[in-house]
């Protein structure tokens, strides 16, 4: 993604940081008035959770999870008593 096109485009600050000066970086992200785009260059094996998953349906449909059901996948019990609306569903 190109985030200072973003940024331009969107008309709001750009702030490009490693990950090392996250704390300050959020600091001052959260005290700026109006939207920011905040971009936090982290190494390329980090692995990010939560996060969206896909899977091939058997007519070879590319599907993915709906946002509320993000992996690591929790418990279905666990999953249908914390959900506040109907499950989209995509097992």
């Known amino acids: 993604?190109?985030?200072?096109?973003?940024?331009?485009?969107?008309e709001v600050?750009?702030?490009?940081k490693d990950i090392a000066e996250v704390r300050d970086v959020?600091?001052?992200?959260l005290s700026l008035d109006g939207p920011v785009v905040?971009?936090?260059?982290?190494s390329p094996n980090e692995q990010t959770l939560p996060r969206v998953t896909s899977s091939?349906?058997?007519?070879?449909?590319?599907?993915?999870?709906?946002m509320e059901d993000m992996s690591p996948l929790l418990d279905r019990a666990e999953f249908l008593?914390?959900?506040?609306?109907?499950?989209?569903d995509a097992d």
């Open 13 to 16: 600050p750009l702030s490009e």
């Open 56 to 66: 091939i349906n058997p007519d070879g449909q590319i599907v993915s999870r709906p």
């Open 38 to 42: 905040c971009d936090v260059m982290v």
């Open 1 to 10: 993604m190109n985030e200072p096109l973003l940024a331009a485009q969107l």
């Open 81 to 88: 008593q914390n959900l506040m609306i109907p499950p989209v």
């Open 26 to 29: 959020v600091r001052i992200v």
